[in-house]
């Protein structure tokens, strides 16, 4: 059962189940990295052998597996999919930034340019996880920066295939081509290149403790998005919120993991106690009501605080992956916000809505990390570079404060860089 709390009595560290379970993973992770470098394909076709018990003949998901994914996938889900992608583009499509010039008085030029970065790769957990909407969320995204390339990696079932969903979410979201590989094996495949799997500038995306590590581990050679930790949930509700739809929205995190934090604050005892009482109504009733009752009993609170500004407050220092505002009037405190991934806002915004359809992105900051960190955005797939363009007028009137400033670093010769173009025009 949820434990209840008055504000005070639990330490602000200890009300997010933050610290993951050590995985000894390290040098596995390593091992199965340096084995696909050097071996390639044959190291995949090895390893999904080994991990999902299935030997391929191709690793690359092939145009007619496409069309019998979209024959199978349910018409009613094809046309969800193609809805929730309009959503997500046209909140995406904002994101978009321009170059820009500023010009001096002397003719001198200063530049900023955005340039896509040209291949991404994309994980996307398989197997018995189907998850369509990150492909969307990770994918779209990309296109709108306009990635040359996106590839996408995914394990497969045991009958050797990738979910239809996963590969109909694929193709209304424009992946240029699929992989039917997954583990940390996959990332080095993306990381490094193989004969079959491209070599990648950036890698998104979720996935295990071994996909986690062996996106450390390339780090540096690819970019990546973030480490993802466990789920959270922190729903501040007032005393007039329905006990029923709070502790739905708890549970929708709560089933992810039990590892996942679940957290109500509210400014009413009386809600707190309904809504313990409706947890454990609803929790038998899940599909995944083991994960959930863990989830929950372990890591979830309920904390009962003086008024709202205090609930926003506790808000802002634990920075949330995903704040739920349950309340009459959202707008009025959603100025006071400063550190949340994604705000759910009013009676009637669930996060399962963000999740799938409303627009915004669903891979968000994780363990207090929104206090530095933001949504995966268009501007995750681009990258930007300067130029600097100085008439020679313009040149003469500064060359003089560039040498002395690079003498008061002791390096002199940038300083000469300046000072002999005037020295070869006397």
């Given at each position: 059962?949820?434990a209840?709390?008055?504000?005070?009595?639990?330490?602000?560290?200890?009300?997010?189940?933050r610290?993951?379970?050590?995985?000894?993973?390290?040098?596995?992770?390593a091992?199965?990295?340096?084995?696909?470098?050097?071996?390639g394909?044959?190291?995949?076709?090895?390893?999904?052998?080994?991990?999902?018990?299935?030997?391929l003949?191709?690793?690359?998901?092939?145009?007619?597996?496409?069309?019998?994914?979209?024959?199978?996938?349910?018409?009613?889900?094809?046309?969800?999919?193609?809805?929730?992608?309009?959503?997500?583009?046209?909140?995406?499509?904002?994101?978009?930034?321009?170059?820009?010039?500023v010009?001096?008085?002397?003719?001198?030029?200063?530049?900023?340019?955005?340039?896509?970065?040209?291949?991404?790769?994309?994980?996307?957990?398989?197997?018995?996880?189907v998850?369509?909407?990150?492909?969307?969320?990770?994918?779209?995204?990309?296109?709108?920066?306009?990635?040359?390339?996106?590839?996408?990696v995914?394990?497969?079932?045991?009958?050797?295939?990738?979910?239809?969903?996963?590969?109909?979410?694929?193709?209304?979201?424009?992946?240029?081509?699929?992989?039917?590989?997954?583990?940390?094996?996959?990332?080095?495949?993306?990381?490094?290149?193989?004969?079959?799997?491209?070599?990648?500038?950036?890698?998104?995306?979720?996935?295990?403790?071994?996909v986690?590590?062996?996106?450390?581990?390339?780090?540096?050679?690819?970019?990546i998005?973030?480490?993802?930790?466990?789920?959270?949930?922190?729903?501040?509700?007032?005393?007039?919120?329905?006990?029923?739809?709070?502790?739905?929205?708890?549970?929708?995190?709560?089933e992810h993991?039990?590892?996942?934090?679940?957290?109500l604050?509210?400014?009413?005892s009386?809600?707190a106690?309904?809504?313990?009482?409706?947890?454990?109504?609803?929790?038998?009733?899940?599909?995944?009501?083991?994960?959930?009752?863990?989830?929950?009993?372990?890591?979830?609170?309920?904390?009962?605080?003086?008024?709202?500004?205090?609930?926003?407050?506790?808000?802002?220092?634990?920075?949330?992956?995903?704040?739920e505002?349950?309340?009459d009037?959202?707008?009025?405190?959603?100025?006071?916000?400063?550190?949340?991934?994604?705000?759910?806002?009013?009676?009637?915004?669930?996060?399962?809505?963000?999740?799938?359809?409303?627009?915004p992105?669903?891979?968000?900051?994780?363990?207090?990390?929104?206090?530095?960190?933001?949504?995966?955005?268009?501007?995750?797939?681009?990258?930007?570079?300067?130029?600097?363009?100085?008439?020679?007028?313009a040149?003469?009137?500064?060359?003089?404060?560039?040498?002395?400033?690079?003498?008061k670093?002791?390096?002199?010769?940038?300083?000469?860089?300046?000072?002999?173009?005037?020295?070869?025009?006397?």
């Open positions: 059962m949820i209840i709390y008055n504000y005070g009595q639990v330490d602000n560290n200890d009300i997010f189940a610290m993951a379970p050590k995985y000894n993973v390290e040098q596995t992770v091992d199965i990295i340096d084995d696909v470098r050097k071996n394909d044959d190291a995949l076709r090895r390893y999904t052998e080994k991990f999902d018990g299935v030997l003949d191709s690793l690359e998901v092939s145009p007619a597996e496409f069309d019998e994914a979209m024959a199978q996938t349910e018409p009613e889900f094809i046309a969800i999919i193609e809805k929730a992608a309009v959503n997500i583009r046209r909140f995406h499509e904002q994101q978009r930034r321009s170059n820009f010039i010009e001096g008085e002397k003719g001198q030029l200063l530049g900023q340019r955005v340039i896509p970065i040209e291949k991404v790769g994309l994980y996307v957990p398989g197997g018995t996880a998850y369509p909407s990150t492909v969307l969320m990770d994918s779209i995204p990309a296109k709108i920066a306009g990635c040359r390339e996106i590839v996408m995914t394990p497969v079932g045991k009958n050797g295939k990738v979910s239809s969903a996963i590969l109909a979410a694929a193709r209304i979201a424009g992946v240029d081509r699929v992989f039917k590989i997954g583990g940390a094996q996959a990332v080095a495949a993306l990381a490094y290149g193989t004969e079959s799997v491209p070599k990648v500038d950036k890698i998104v995306g979720p996935g295990n403790a071994f986690a590590e062996a996106k450390k581990q390339v780090f540096g050679l690819v970019s998005d973030m480490i993802a930790g466990p789920s959270e949930i922190l729903v501040v509700a007032d005393g007039k919120s329905s006990p029923r739809s709070v502790a739905a929205d708890l549970l929708s995190q709560a993991d039990k590892l996942a934090s679940a957290v604050v509210t400014d009413s009386q809600l106690a309904e809504v313990r009482d409706e947890l454990e109504r609803q929790i038998p009733l899940l599909e995944r009501s083991e994960i959930a009752r863990a989830s929950i009993d372990n890591n979830g609170k309920i904390i009962v605080a003086d008024n709202l500004d205090v609930a926003i407050d506790i808000a802002n220092r634990l920075a949330p992956e995903h704040l505002l349950c309340m009037n959202p707008f009025d405190y959603l100025e006071k916000v400063k550190n949340a991934g994604s705000v759910f806002m009013g009676r009637y915004c669930p996060e399962a809505l963000g999740d799938y359809y409303a627009g992105n669903h891979t968000l900051p994780t363990g207090g990390t929104a206090r530095f960190s933001s949504p995966l955005s268009v501007d995750d797939f681009v990258k930007k570079s300067q130029f600097i363009y100085y008439t020679e007028d040149f003469r009137d500064v060359a003089r404060d560039v040498d002395y400033f690079a003498r670093e002791g390096l002199t010769a940038h300083g000469k860089s300046a000072t002999v173009r005037l020295e070869e025009d006397k």
